[in-house]
């Protein structure tokens, strides 16, 4: 058993060395590629999209609140019209057409 103990002392080394070497070299890469600084505006932008989205949901439901005030109020506009011209027609009936309201000239001043 005292054969194989000393052949995995120098393996063992070997491994540590080479995943030590892997991971400077990684940093090196990473840093030269600058894929870190690339991350970081990724994410960056991921939250300035998010935030948009939000913002976008929001006038989304003021649109369709701002559409439902604008049918209310051209339903308004349309009962104004409807009574306006209603208001005329009876103005009309009660002047017999003529525009002076009856039994005004048969005032007499006393």
């Not at 054969?3 to 080394?13: E, Q």
């Not at 209310?72 to 104004?80: N, P, Y």
């Not at 005329?88 to 009936?93: A, P, Q, T, Y």
């Amino acid at each position: 058993m005292n054969d194989t103990t000393p052949g995995l002392a120098p393996l063992a080394v070997f491994g540590i060395i080479s995943i030590c070497i892997f991971l400077i070299a990684r940093a090196i890469v990473l840093w030269y590629w600058r894929v870190n600084h690339l991350i970081d505006r990724q994410d960056g932008q991921i939250k300035l999209l998010k935030d948009i989205s939000h913002e976008l949901q929001d006038m989304k439901v003021i649109i369709a609140s701002s559409k439902q005030m604008v049918s209310q109020l051209s339903d308004i506009a349309q009962t104004i019209h409807f009574l306006t011209a209603l208001t005329h027609d009876m103005h009309e009936l009660s002047c017999g057409g003529t525009g002076i309201p009856p039994n005004s000239s048969d005032r007499r001043i006393e």
